[in-house]
């Protein structure tokens, strides 16, 4: 493994922790629903700008500094999470939105994959506010549980929701790795949102060509750069997960979360399984 993914962490690990500040941002939107105008268009724009910017935080380099065992286990870990999380909420009855949510959060990058998403599926405000808060929740969990049970800087990497979820479970001596292998899973949002685009939609969004564009880019920006650039995509995704919570209805909320809860918990556990074997079988 070449050191350079280290900066990979260290532009990460100067912003803010974006789990907690995204979840934040929603709920206080949902605190103030109803009590504002109607935020819909510019929640949507700052979605689409936030998942451009997170572009820039990634690189080609990156990917092919792990080496062809560790991305075939970052193809596996995300197709495997991706597709049975769906079987799964399919199963448990959930709105289609629901689960492609959850299922785009949990096998990539949290609330970020979410935003990336939503437009791309039939979905309720509430699916979108259900899913960061899962992906909050059980991102917490496993970076709180993997560690103890002495899990890799790969494992971690593969298996924990949340960059900067990452950030805090990796040792030391691994963090480098651990987000390396990370922001490899985060590569794989380009074609997980091109293939869930619905009935009459692009096959590729602007915003996408974007994200692309921004991780080709991105070695050729200062390292100065990075960091502030860090700052205010967190910024951005945070504004729009706000206009998503004012919108929110609470009632519909609780309607959805018990069985919301149990998919958020049986994802954690296959992307924390498949994780382990595919580093142990490839």
């Known amino acids: 493994m070449s050191p350079e993914p280290g900066a990979a962490y260290r532009t990460w ?25 109607d935020l819909g268009g510019v929640t949507r724009r700052l979605l689409r700008t ?11 380099g990156q990917l ?3 080496g062809p065992r560790v991305l075939v286990a970052i193809v596996v870990t995300v197709g495997v999470t991706f597709f049975g ?45 259900t899913s960061v808060a899962l992906v909050t929740l059980f991102g917490t969990l496993a970076m709180v549980v993997l560690p103890l049970v002495g899990a890799s800087p790969q494992w971690i990497g593969l298996s924990v929701h949340e960059v900067a979820q990452v950030a805090a479970a990796a040792p030391a001596s691994g963090l480098a790795t651990a987000m390396a292998v990370k922001l490899g899973r985060v590569a794989l949002l380009a074609p997980i949102v091109a293939g869930v685009g619905g009935r009459g939609a692009p096959p590729v969004p602007g915003f996408l060509l974007g994200f692309l564009a921004s991780m080709l880019v991105s070695p050729l920006v200062p390292a100065a750069v990075l960091a502030p650039a860090k700052t205010v995509t967190t910024v951005v995704l945070a504004a729009a997960l706000f206009g998503l919570g004012t919108s929110v209805r609470p009632k519909g909320l ?13 994802s954690t556990l296959l992307v924390c399984g498949t994780g382990y074997l595919s580093l142990r079988v490839v």
């Open 254 to 266: 609780l309607r959805t979360s018990p069985r919301a809860l149990l998919l958020g918990l049986l």
């Open 50 to 60: 936030g998942v451009v910017l997170l572009g820039l935080q990634l690189s080609v």
């Open 85 to 129: 999380t769906v079987w799964l909420g399919r199963c448990l009855g959930l709105p289609r939105g629901l689960y492609v949510l959850v299922a785009s959060g949990f096998s990539i990058c949290g609330a970020s994959a979410i935003a990336a998403v939503e437009g791309r599926v039939d979905r309720e405000d509430e699916h979108v506010a």
């Open 13 to 37: 690990a100067r912003g803010p922790r974006v789990g907690g500040v995204l979840i934040a941002a929603l709920v206080l939107g949902v605190l103030v629903g109803g009590r504002l105008p």
């Open 64 to 66: 092919v500094d792990l």
